[in-house]
């Protein structure tokens, strides 16, 4: 072969192909056998193709988007996309706007103090209320007592005073029985860190006949009083309980003016200090009068303890004191360190019923100390306190049964509880009466746009079946709380045209808040 026509033998011998599969060559003729297409007829070609080039887009230049930028084309699209712009949000700051008028005005939160949020625990007995039998022992219970958001503990009296003995009373002193002081303040600083505030009970002749001995005495009691208050105070205590206010108020006005002006004017920690009076007195009449002459914070009385008293009773109790009082002045309580236990008062099967009560009242709940565990009055208005984690107990089915009642009773508590600090219908909200019998009571607490409750009772022994439907009402409510398990179990639906609630049964009920 010549030069021209040699190929390496890898090449493919187009002669030994098909017409079909040939290459298509250019012309025969003087192919240049270094171009990229030179071929031989007859002969094999050699394909060689070239690299190939990238190409990559490097934009404009700044003279070119400058002269581009310039043009009138795209100063008006520059235009018409700025005025677009502003155009949209315009658009959507008239439509906030429109809806933050449109939406319904939240309504101002009230004036409150820290005793309106929650119950209040007393304490009346320390010996009683641990295995300890002193004040270390009510600071070794305080983590019970937060989980049941209690916000205050009325603790005591505690101070030395023999019965009857105004010469040697001693307001400063712990009585041996309680404790010492180091415990006390102990007990304080341990509750302030789990926000509970401590009360402390002055009562000056608690173990007597009469709270503030003869009349001869009271000028004297009421100035030694005054010291005392200012003693304490200093130790950190957020405020002063003492029964039989309306004598001392009476007899010694100035003096008493004083005593509130040391309590009440004060602050610890930058809330204010609480006085709370207690008075036997029962009508609403006489309680409410005292509020206004004593001019205590709270009164504690016997406005809902006969047991006489017909749900009519109970309901226009309620309806006086909050026409002549705003609720923040108001406390609901039974049982007391005199009166004794809740469970003794009103029968250990009524316990949660009245629990609901006082917790969804509009005011300050007070509870006797194992008031959330039934416990009752034997021998004593002292009863031992019952710590079921704490105690060992029998395991035969009585003690199991009566633990377990204990335990289900404080659930309950805790439950409603937690739903009267958390609910601000039930904290501060509107009361507003439902129905009303001579057995029955059913009355609607209500805030604003925040959710709506029912509580319903029924003292009677008869089903009672209360008509609670309105239009301002939804055909349907939640049982959130109930004594009845069975007929109203919790998280069901019951309807309010026609709510039957059976005897010696109460349930809270909540719907929500619809514009």
């Given at each position: 072969?010549t030069k021209?026509?040699e190929v390496?033998?890898k090449?493919?011998?187009?002669n030994?192909?098909d017409?079909e599969k040939r290459?298509?060559?250019g012309?025969a003729?003087n ?14 070609i050699?394909?060689k193709?070239?690299d ?8 404009l230049?700044?003279e ?5 930028a310039g043009?009138?084309a ?5 235009w018409?996309?700025l ?5 949209g949000?315009l658009g959507?700051?008239?439509?906030a706007v ?8 939240c309504?101002?939160?009230?004036a409150?103090?820290?005793w309106?949020y929650?119950?209040l625990y007393?304490?009346g007995?320390?010996?009683a209320?641990s295995?300890s039998q002193?004040?270390?022992g009510v600071?070794?219970k ?6 049941l958001?209690?916000k ?5 009296p505690?101070?030395?005073?023999p ?9 400063e ?5 309680a404790?010492?002081l180091e415990q ?6 341990a509750?302030?860190?789990k926000?509970?505030?401590v ?15 003869s ?7 009421a ?5 005392a208050?200012?003693?304490w105070?200093?130790?950190g205590?957020d ?7 309306e004598?001392v108020?009476s007899v010694?006005?100035?003096l008493?003016?004083?005593i509130r002006a040391i309590v009440?004017n004060?602050t ?8 709370i ?6 009508s609403a ?15 504690l009385?016997g406005?809902?303890r006969?047991?006489s008293?017909?749900a009519t009773?109970r309901?226009?109790t309620?309806?006086q004191l909050?026409?002549t009082?705003?609720q923040?002045q108001?406390?609901?309580n039974i049982?007391d ?7 003794t008062l009103v029968?250990p099967d009524m316990?949660?019923?009245n629990?609901?009560?006082l917790?969804?009242l509009?005011?300050?709940p007070?509870f006797?100390?194992?008031d959330?565990?039934?416990l ?7 009863p031992?306190?019952?710590w079921?984690?704490?105690e060992d107990?029998?395991t035969n089915?009585?003690a199991?049964k009566?633990?377990e009642?204990?335990?289900?009773c404080r659930?309950?508590?805790?439950t409603?509880?937690d ?11 509107d009361?507003i ?8 009571l059913a009355?609607?607490?209500q805030?604003?746009q ?7 009772f029924n003292?009677?022994s008869?089903?009672?079946t209360?008509q ?12 959130q709380?109930?004594?009845d398990k069975v007929n ?5 639906a019951?309807g309010?045209?026609a709510?039957?609630l059976?005897p010696g049964?109460a349930?809270?009920l909540?719907?929500p808040?619809?514009?």
């Amino acid at each position: 072969m010549t030069k021209d026509t040699e190929v390496d033998m890898k090449d493919v011998e187009l002669n030994e192909m098909d017409q079909e599969k040939r290459p298509i060559t250019g012309g025969a003729g003087n192919g240049d056998a270094g171009s990229p297409t030179s071929t031989e007829k007859n002969g094999s070609i050699k394909v060689k193709i070239p690299d190939e080039i990238e190409t990559k887009f490097t934009g404009l230049s700044k003279e070119e988007l400058l002269r581009v930028a310039g043009t009138p084309a795209w100063v008006r699209t520059r235009w018409a996309l700025l005025i677009l712009f502003w155009l949209g949000w315009l658009g959507m700051l008239a439509g906030a706007v429109a809806i933050i008028v449109q939406a319904p005005r939240c309504k101002d939160l009230p004036a409150m103090n820290w005793w309106n949020y929650g119950p209040l625990y007393q304490i009346g007995d320390v010996q009683a209320f641990s295995e300890s039998q002193n004040l270390k022992g009510v600071e070794e219970k305080l983590d019970s007592l937060s989980q049941l958001k209690v916000k205050g503990l009325v603790v005591g009296p505690i101070h030395v005073a023999p019965a009857d003995d105004p010469v040697s009373l001693n307001f400063e002193d712990i009585s041996s029985d309680a404790g010492n002081l180091e415990q006390f303040k102990g007990l304080i600083i341990a509750a302030h860190k789990k926000s509970i505030n401590v009360i402390l009970d002055l009562t000056p002749n608690y173990l007597g006949s009469g709270p503030w001995f003869s009349n001869v005495s009271v000028t004297n009691v009421a100035e030694r009083l005054k010291s005392a208050l200012v003693f304490w105070l200093n130790q950190g205590v957020d405020g002063i309980q003492l029964s039989g206010v309306e004598r001392v108020a009476s007899v010694v006005p100035s003096l008493w003016a004083d005593i509130r002006a040391i309590v009440q004017n004060g602050t610890a920690e930058g809330k204010r200090r609480i006085l709370i009076g207690v008075t036997a007195k029962t009508s609403a009449v006489d309680v409410s009068e005292l509020l206004n002459s004593t001019g205590v914070d709270l009164l504690l009385s016997g406005a809902l303890r006969s047991k006489s008293m017909t749900a009519t009773d109970r309901a226009q109790t309620v309806q006086q004191l909050l026409s002549t009082h705003n609720q923040t002045q108001l406390a609901w309580n039974i049982g007391d360190r005199k009166e004794g236990h809740l469970a003794t008062l009103v029968g250990p099967d009524m316990v949660n019923f009245n629990q609901m009560l006082l917790l969804t009242l509009p005011g300050t709940p007070v509870f006797n100390y194992g008031d959330e565990i039934a416990l009752a009055d034997e021998y004593t208005k002292s009863p031992k306190m019952l710590w079921d984690s704490l105690e060992d107990e029998e395991t035969n089915g009585t003690a199991t049964k009566e633990k377990e009642q204990r335990l289900a009773c404080r659930s309950f508590f805790k439950t409603l509880s937690d739903l009267r600090g958390k609910e601000r219908s039930l904290q501060h909200g509107d009361y507003i009466p439902l129905f009303n019998s001579t057995s029955a009571l059913a009355y609607l607490r209500q805030w604003d746009q925040s959710g709506r409750y029912i509580a319903a009772f029924n003292w009677g022994s008869d089903v009672v079946t209360l008509q609670l439907a309105h239009p301002d009402r939804p055909a349907q409510a939640v049982v959130q709380v109930s004594t009845d398990k069975v007929n109203l179990a919790p998280d069901s639906a019951v309807g309010l045209s026609a709510l039957e609630l059976g005897p010696g049964q109460a349930v809270l009920l909540q719907f929500p808040y619809v514009a």
